[in-house]
């Protein structure tokens, strides 16, 4: 019973977190939780961090477990029909787990305009990068050339380093004085439109 009690608390922090994009104050909890005082509060809020349901970080913040943010894996599919095994759930995959490894070094940027299109990036796309980390020969980097920001492939030939897009149409790139790598593109994120779904089906 309490066990059920406990994932009932949890649903309502999930549930508030998935329509406000944030976890509840105190004050809300009391709400929330249907509860009159705030140190029934703590004791749920503290019961979920000793559970692993929520997590407190050296500031003392709290977040939510990504597991609980997680989509079900139901299975592998081809590009045509689905596996036969559809039906079959095999794990829970958090896609902030999947796609950002050091969360503390990552953000995300919005792209604009086409010299990635040769790559499938799009504008409109999300990007996620990664500071700190040095880029390999190949590598899409996020870079300030001579004093402005652009996204491209980073070349290494020798000590010169050169970027390079993913279009003919744009040229490749020398800096003139300075280059500056401000970080490492990881990920690449899409969000179909309902507008968009009649095209790629084959």
Same mark, same amino acid.
């Given at each position: ?12 922090? &999930?549930?508030?977190? *998935? ?6 104050? #105190? ?21 979920? &961090? ?20 997680? &989509? ?25 787990? #999947? ?33 700190? *980390? ?50 490492? &593109? ?5 969000? #179909? ?7 790629? *089906?084959?």
């Amino acid at each position: 019973m309490e066990r059920r009690t406990t994932q009932t608390v949890a649903k309502k922090i &999930v549930d508030f977190f *998935r329509s406000s994009r944030r976890l509840p104050t #105190y004050e809300e909890m009391l709400s929330l939780l249907e509860v009159r005082s705030k140190s029934v509060v703590h004791f749920w809020v503290e019961k979920l &961090v000793r559970e692993g349901t929520l997590k407190r970080d050296a500031r003392g913040r709290l977040s939510l477990a990504p597991r609980l943010l997680g &989509v079900p894996i139901a299975g592998d599919v081809r590009a045509g029909f689905p596996s036969p095994a559809e039906e079959e759930l095999c794990d829970i995959l958090s896609l902030d787990e #999947y796609l950002i490894s050091r969360p503390e070094a990552s953000f995300i940027l919005r792209v604009t305009g086409d010299s990635m299109i040769g790559e499938g990036i799009r504008e409109g796309d999300l990007v996620i990068v990664e500071r700190g *980390r040095v880029p390999m020969n190949g590598d899409i980097v996020i870079a300030e050339v001579d004093g402005e920001w652009t996204m491209k492939f980073f070349r290494k030939r020798g000590e010169k380093v050169f970027l390079e897009a993913a279009n003919s149409r744009y040229p490749t790139i020398e800096a003139r004085q300075e280059l500056r790598i401000g970080g490492v &593109v990881t990920a690449v994120i899409r969000k #179909y439109d309902r507008g968009s779904h009649g095209r790629g *089906r084959r």
